[in-house]
């Protein structure tokens, strides 16, 4: 999929924007009471996440664990994507009771 150092960055960089991103419109609809949309946002966030993990490994394999600063940043930030999507799940849960 990637075949460039850089090219897996700038992905994983985007992935991880678009997941933060979707991650936030689904709790804002769930806080709205507008739970279908909030899990049509969370399936596009979870996609993300997908990606972004995909990006992930091949940021690794491409670099052989040689990171920037910035990468590794952004390395550090893919891993915590579960938890934020997780906090969305919880404002939906809240939203349908």
């Known amino acids: 999929m990637y075949r460039h150092t850089q090219e897996a960055l700038n992905g994983l960089k985007t992935e991880i924007k ?6 936030d419109l689904a709790t804002q609809q769930a806080q709205k009471g ?8 969370l399936e596009i966030a ?6 972004a993990n995909q990006a992930h ?19 550090c930030e893919a891993e915590t994507l579960s938890q934020v999507i997780h906090k969305a799940h919880k404002a939906i849960q809240q939203a349908r009771f």
């Open 46 to 51: 979870q996609t993300a996440r997908t990606c």
């Open 18 to 23: 678009a997941c933060k991103k979707y991650v």
């Open 57 to 75: 490994e091949a940021l690794w394999d491409l670099s052989k664990g040689q990171l920037s600063d910035d990468a590794f940043d952004r390395f």
């Open 34 to 41: 507008n739970v279908g949309n909030a899990i049509q946002f």
